[in-house]
């Protein structure tokens, strides 16, 4: 009889085991799900890859993290229609700022957009070039007005195990491109 209790206990005490294992790794899930947070623009970008420093798609003006300013810069041809050369310059500011403020902890930061050719990536368009600087408060506002949330999360989706810009982004970068230029502008 006791070595039939001792039975049942050790498989109540597995059972128990495998339960909290399984708990745990629920956890570990749904702590995996969260978009992920970098310490700096420059980590957030390398590990979007959208922008390069060797390709002169990337150039950090000032990493002093109080006036932060970066330039990106997509590339476009010379024959591009000129309302596409001036929206591929607003969506990579809108695109950028809201990236920026979502996964990171930086308050503040002045981007400045301006294409470059697509044939020669050292050929910049100065012509289309803007510059905006951009706040987190601002940017909620924009982000409340458009999308009924002040939470930057709402702007990606988990992709298997890629986080990718989802619809709500593309809402702000594509929809409502000018009217989110202009709020951010201001």
């Not at 957030?44 to 060797?54: I, N, Q, R, T, V």
């Not at 591009?80 to 809201?98: G, M, W």
């Not at 403020?101 to 990536?121: G, H």
């Amino acid at each position: 009889m006791n070595k039939i209790l001792l039975l049942l206990l050790s498989i109540t005490m597995l059972i128990g085991c495998k339960t909290e294992t399984k708990s745990d790794k629920n956890e570990t899930a749904e702590t995996e799900q969260t978009l992920p947070q970098f310490k700096s623009v420059r980590e957030m970008l390398a590990d979007a890859s959208d922008y390069y420093e060797e390709n002169g798609s990337l150039k950090f003006i000032s990493e002093d993290k109080s006036k932060l300013h970066i330039q990106v810069s997509k590339p476009i041809l010379e024959a591009d229609l000129e309302n596409v050369k001036e929206e591929i310059v607003k969506r990579d500011i809108v695109y950028v700022a809201f990236q920026t403020f979502a996964q990171t902890d930086i308050d503040k930061l002045i981007i400045t957009a301006v294409p470059n050719d697509m044939e020669n990536r050292k050929k910049y368009y100065e012509k289309y070039k803007k510059t905006v600087s951009v706040d987190r408060k601002n940017a909620q506002a924009v982000l409340k007005k458009y999308l009924d949330s002040e939470d930057f999360s709402i702007l990606y989706k988990l992709d298997g195990t890629l986080w990718l810009p989802n619809d709500n982004f593309s809402k702000l970068k594509f929809e409502k491109l000018n009217q989110v230029y202009a709020d951010l502008s201001k």
